[in-house]
């Protein structure tokens, strides 16, 4: 039997593509008549003017946070409004709002990322704050268009960008983890996806140090081809192991001054990696050139609260088997880990 995955009709990966928005989406069959342009707060404000101002009649929303209340907001004025077409012009949070109400509306969705920082820009999985404040991943749709401005991205955080690195990377880490799943026969691997998850994020190790204009490039494309890997399996699988449940696990401990859920994830995949048999080298050395976190340090945490991030990890997704449901998860076991692992 086949399958089918939707896929954007539309993929531009440019330097000044926002300011070509109007003649991208022209060409492709999305309903240009009422669009809504959904963004966060300053810092992509000025880029959804940009590209609203590519679309005649749009109406531009700001400040959107990325949780469940937001998503009802957006989807009452999606609907008072009976907008076409919804585009997201921002990063993770904004995205993922937008991402999830059009999912509820079926309105069509244009993913404009201002920020390289995690595999959600072209991905069918919203990752949004509950009531709790606890983060709770979600069944979304597929982009109806992709487009990243180059400059845009260039110009924004380099955290943001680490971020992003540090989300690819973690694939390795999680394709381990799926491939040991199914030969305990606790999940169905599926080659197909794992291909583009791996090659992806193999493609940017590789370039790791190259000059920043091509770096960006690949991250682009591989953040991309990974929401496609999650799309194929219908499942975060392929870009989703142990360092993503530690990440989840941070998250939990630190509430509020959770790091990125990129830069958590890059600490979470050395940890991964050493319990699958050793960090390897050129990992490390993609860490060093693109400005990962090889200590708790790196991001101002005591190894102390990884230990606990650890600990707690299986506990936030019971039944995705990881490595972890193999190591002695003794607190001594674990700090002898991670302290292989990070470099603190
Ligand atoms: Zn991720």
């Known amino acids: ?112 990322p ?19 404040g606890r983060r709770e991943s979600l069944a979304a749709v597929m982009p109806a268009a992709v487009v990243v401005d180059l400059d845009v991205v260039r110009a924004g955080p380099a955290r943001a960008t680490r ?61 991309v081809l990974s929401g496609l890997a999650m799309a194929t399996a219908g499942t975060s699988r392929p870009c989703s192991g142990a360092e993503h449940l530690i990440s989840h696990s941070l998250d939990a401990l630190l509430r509020e001054d959770a790091r990125l859920h990129g830069e958590q994830v890059a600490l979470g995949t050395l940890v991964a990696a050493e319990a699958h048999g050793g960090v390897p080298a050129e990992l490390r050395a993609a860490y060093d050139s693109l400005g990962l976190p090889r200590r708790a340090a790196d991001l101002g945490l005591d190894p102390a609260v990884v230990v606990e991030a650890v600990l707690g990890a299986p506990a936030t997704r019971p039944e995705r088997y990881t490595i972890l449901d193999e190591l002695d998860l003794s607190r001594d076991a674990v700090k002898a880990l991670v302290a292989r692992a990070l470099d603190d």
């Not at 201002?114 to 709790?132: M, Q, R």
């Not at 090659?199 to 494309?221: D, I």
């Open 1 to 112: 039997m086949d399958r089918s995955v939707s896929i954007p009709t539309l993929l531009e990966i440019a330097p000044g593509a926002v300011d070509e928005l109007g003649a991208l989406l022209g060409g492709v069959a999305v309903d240009l008549e009422r669009p809504l342009v959904g963004t966060g707060g300053e810092q992509t404000a000025g880029v959804a003017e940009r590209a609203s101002a590519q679309l005649p009649g749009a109406t531009l929303l700001t400040g959107l946070v990325g949780d469940r209340a937001g998503v009802e907001a957006l989807v009452g004025e999606i609907r008072a409004r009976e907008a076409t077409v919804c585009l997201a012009v921002g990063g993770g949070r904004v995205i993922d709002t937008v991402k999830h109400a059009s999912a509820q509306t079926g309105v069509p969705f244009v993913s404009v």
């Open 163 to 223: 971020a992003g690195a540090g989300d690819l990377l973690s694939n390795l880490t999680a394709l381990q983890d799926w491939r040991l799943a199914a030969a305990r026969g606790r999940d169905a691997f599926d080659g197909y996806s794992a291909l583009i998850a791996e090659a992806s994020a193999h493609a940017f190790l590789y370039l790791a140090g190259a000059a920043e204009e091509l770096s960006l490039e690949t991250l682009a494309r591989g953040l």
């Open 114 to 132: 201002t920020a390289l920082s995690h595999d959600g820009i072209c991905s069918p999985i919203a990752s949004l704050v509950g009531a709790e």
